[in-house]
């Protein structure tokens, strides 16, 4: 097992790429913040390629590495023994993601069907990573056995109760799941989606190819984790495996992206770009007179891209106004000032110069691109299945198209399982008379992840 000293600390920097120059009467400001955190994690954090911005300040944390806690959530609905090797390679699979577990992390498993049971340490408490809790968990993985429905929000809840019963600063979850949530309604999952979201993360994975796609990236979007497809369960032992290590790779937890506008200045849009699409408009709170709170979860070494528009107010030529203060937040647990982590500037500057103003910064461009080419894929999957052949073809082929220009290979390739290629340049497509499920539903799930600027 990896080593992970308590000395490792976090540090953040935020850089803005941006055109600050608008035409006259021009409104809308878009800037690309990427946020870089070193140093405290070990998943390896990179900068965009080809940044030519410099850091507008650079901040870390002070005081020893955070604590973690984190509950697996299996399904053991009946459909888990069809085949049996499913809850076989379930059990193998939790096994191999609590040997992950470094030592002095709280865990816990809870087997989800209709209900939500607790199969280790039990009592409604966590176990403290060792050796011997380790082996206990994995003797306890034993008697895990397929039967009954599937009600995920009661295996979330259930996670959130375990999660809080200690003091643990990263809390996280891993949800596992065969099948759809037939046993509770929409309604109920989005209750409990609602009561979790900001209290942990969670990576969901569905196995096989009998669940619903849209649940299972949605729990993932609502508790800022990742969402993936495990096809094959064979391969389950290594994805969690990677989940996990990626788990404890996290240092810090709840920074929030803080953003300041000005009087007639407000936000129209916030979205994470890279590396998967994710809108976070809607997730705003209210931080103080004009500034708002955009919450990223928790962080290791990393880097990301947060794609923000501005509408600002009109002014004359040669005039140049702050659009947004960009700041990255950490909340005082006691109710005090908020710690500042880093920050950055966008700017609007008014001119007459056509080349300067219509010009498109390189890292706007292509997130724009990437953010339709994520949308353009659901559009095209959604008109696919309700039997509109000639929207499916029109939207999977400006697909085909983005993903060539923008260099993202692995979508390219996801397409290509999807539909003939007749010509990449003009998004020229037929659709495959055939796919296999497989197939389609990795495209679905994976159709928010993005490449970073080419340099």
Same mark, same amino acid.
């Given at each position: ?35 870089? $955190?070193? @140093? *405290? /994690? +070990?998943?390896? =954090? &990179?900068?965009?390629?080809? !940044?030519?911005?410099?850091?507008? %300040? ?86 895990? $056995?397929? @039967? *009954? /429905? +599937?009600?995920? =929000? &009661?295996?979330?809840?259930? !996670?959130?109760?375990?999660?809080? %019963? ?290």
């Amino acid at each position: 097992m990896a080593n992970f000293s308590k000395s490792n600390v976090p540090r953040f920097s935020v850089e803005v790429y941006q055109n600050e120059y608008l035409p006259e009467g021009g409104r809308e400001v878009n800037a690309i913040v990427t946020v870089t $955190s070193t @140093g *405290g /994690g +070990t998943n390896g =954090g &990179t900068t965009a390629g080809g !940044a030519s911005a410099s850091p507008a %300040s650079l901040g870390s944390l002070p005081g020893p590495g955070a604590s973690a806690a984190v509950v697996l959530m299996v399904d053991c609905s009946g459909s888990m023994d069809y085949p049996p090797t499913k809850m076989r390679n379930a059990r193998d699979a939790t096994a191999a993601a609590i040997d992950t577990l470094r030592d002095g992390t709280a865990f816990a498993v809870v087997a989800g069907t209709h209900v939500a049971n607790e199969v280790y340490p039990g009592g409604g408490r966590l176990a403290i990573a060792d050796d011997q809790t380790r082996a206990q968990a994995r003797e306890a993985l034993r008697r895990l $056995s397929a @039967g *009954g /429905g +599937t009600a995920i =929000g &009661t295996w979330l809840r259930l !996670a959130d109760q375990l999660l809080h %019963s200690g003091d643990a600063a990263i809390r996280h979850g891993i949800l596992l799941t065969d099948g759809r949530n037939e046993h509770e309604s929409p309604e109920d999952l989005k209750a409990a989606l609602d009561a979790c979201a900001g209290r942990f993360t969670c990576d969901a994975r569905g196995v096989g190819t009998d669940w619903e796609v849209k649940e299972v990236t949605g729990i993932a979007s609502a508790l800022l984790g990742s969402a993936d497809i495990v096809a094959d369960p064979a391969h389950l032992a290594a994805d969690f495996t990677r989940m996990m290590a990626d788990a404890m790779g996290k240092e810090v937890a709840d920074v929030a992206l803080r953003l300041w506008t000005p009087v007639g200045a407000e936000i129209t849009f916030v979205k994470q770009v890279a590396p998967t699409v994710e809108d976070l408009t809607g997730r705003r709170t209210q931080a103080g007179p004009r500034a708002g709170d955009y919450p990223t979860g928790s962080w290791g070494d990393e880097s990301r891209d947060y794609h923000v528009c501005v509408r600002v107010p009109q002014a004359g030529l040669g005039q140049e106004m702050l659009a947004a203060r960009v700041s990255l937040v950490l909340p005082d647990p006691a109710g005090g000032t908020p710690q500042t982590l880093s920050h950055g500037l966008v700017r609007a500057v008014w001119t007459d110069d056509m080349a300067s103003s219509t010009s498109m910064n390189p890292q706007v461009a292509h997130y724009t691109g990437q953010a339709e080419l994520a949308q353009v894929i659901q559009q095209g999957l959604d008109a696919r299945k309700s039997g509109d052949i000639d929207g499916a073809t029109a939207k999977l082929g400006r697909a085909v198209q983005l993903a060539a220009a923008s260099g993202n290979e692995d979508t390219a390739k996801l397409l290509a399982k999807v539909v003939d290629v007749v010509d990449v340049a003009t998004g020229t497509v037929r659709l495959k008379a055939k796919v296999a499920d497989a197939d389609e539903m990795t495209l679905e799930t994976r159709s928010t992840k993005t490449v970073r600027v080419k340099k």
